[in-house]
């Protein structure tokens, strides 16, 4: 069998790496930069962050800001307008998931105009031209879209969150700077974070994993576990924060090249239908997935045991599977994690349209334990 990685040509990491953004950019022959950003990271003062370091070197730019937490259809097609209309060669993107993701759909239609209508990009699309070039600074630690293949577009026709993979749009430079993460809330610091937790377990399990994976997501659950607490509970401690960045883009490192599985499947839906944010759905999602897995994948539950700190040499498979399980729900309790899908409004009505639209989500597959879509309802069913 031929294992695939697929990774960013280079990567800067640590506190005040966005200052290397003027060298890439010189190193690259680029000229003018899209900024793709949000609105709130413009009005906290997290984008000046970067910002200020394009100013200070001269070097020109504009802003595109027109992005939803769930970026659409809609956002996508405006920021291609925008980056036609700007005379870039290259997109800056600043921020989490939303804003890289939106990026990336960008600078894939600009070079692959045949995909305009963005829909037809879900999936595994067949461009044949690598995006225009992106430099990706992360602002949570949590999507790792600075480093993945992957990017989640809202049909919002059809209510339908679309993946999109695509070796095409990994951003050529990843600027992973924690200072850009210091002021994020608590609320977002712990859902971003459990959402790299979630990358991490699902790409161990997931039926494509291999060696090389395996040795990068077990890496990022023992990191995860060590700092995330510390992270939202002291959102100015340097180490946390940056193990925190550090953790999400090795998680992303692995799942993009490997995929993920039905807690992702279940909690496309979510986002796409009721607007639920990523991490908090995944967060809620994984203990209950976990159990039902478990059967499929008790000798990595067990890596997973002993990356928390949990396992105990006495333990055999099942009581380590039982302590991976229940150490992944008390960090998710002790972080403010939501337990409970009526807790953000879901109601037992809603169930049987997000098992068939979970069932169908790409992700899905990639599950160690095979599902139905009755399975699937029934797991909502446990969560709700």
């Not at 695939?4 to 010189?26: C, H, Q, T, W």
Request: glycine fraction near 6%.
């Amino acid at each position: 069998m031929v294992n695939r990685f697929i990774l960013n040509e280079v990567s800067y990491f640590g506190p005040g790496a966005r200052r290397r953004l003027p060298d890439e950019m010189k190193r690259l022959g680029l000229h003018k930069a899209l900024v793709v950003t949000d609105k709130d990271l413009i009005k906290f003062g997290v984008a000046d962050k970067v910002l200020d370091v394009l100013r200070e070197s001269e070097i020109p730019f504009e802003v595109f800001s027109e992005i939803k937490p769930n970026p659409t259809v809609s956002n996508v097609k405006d920021g291609v307008e925008a980056f036609a209309s700007s005379g870039a060669d290259m997109i800056v993107a600043i921020g989490g998931g939303s804003s890289i993701d939106t990026a990336k759909a960008v600078g894939i239609i600009t070079n692959n105009p045949e995909f305009a209508d963005v829909v037809s990009l879900e999936g595994t699309a067949d461009t044949k031209k690598k995006s225009v070039p992106i430099i990706a600074l992360p602002t949570t630690a949590g999507t790792a879209a600075e480093v993945t293949i992957n990017y989640v577009i809202t049909d919002e026709v059809n209510q339908k969150k679309m993946v999109c993979v695509d070796p095409n749009d990994i951003p050529m430079v990843a600027l992973v700077d924690a200072e850009l993460m210091y002021t994020l809330p608590k609320s977002l610091t712990a859902s971003t974070g459990m959402d790299a937790l979630t990358h991490a377990i699902e790409g161990l399990i997931t039926k494509g994993a291999w060696e090389m994976s395996d040795m990068f997501e077990i890496k990022a659950i023992e990191m995860i576990s060590r700092y995330l607490e510390t992270a939202v509970n002291e959102p100015d401690n340097e180490e946390a924060r940056n193990g925190m960045a550090v953790a999400q883009y090795i998680a992303g490192m692995a799942f993009s090249n490997v995929g993920l599985g039905v807690v992702h499947g279940m909690a496309h839906p979510l986002g796409a239908i009721f607007d639920i944010p990523h991490g908090v759905a995944n967060a809620l999602l994984l203990p209950v997935v976990m159990e039902y897995n478990a059967p499929a994948a008790l000798e990595k539950y067990k890596e997973i045991a002993k990356a928390m700190g949990v396992c105990k040499p006495e333990m055999n498979l099942n009581e380590a599977a039982d302590a991976a399980v229940k150490a992944v729900k008390d960090l998710a309790i002790r972080v403010g994690i939501p337990q409970h899908l009526t807790e953000l409004g879901i109601q037992e009505s809603d169930l049987e349209r997000l098992a068939k639209a979970a069932f169908e989500d790409v992700c899905t597959p990639g599950n160690p334990r095979e599902v139905s879509q009755e399975i699937i309802y029934e797991l909502y069913k446990k969560a709700l």
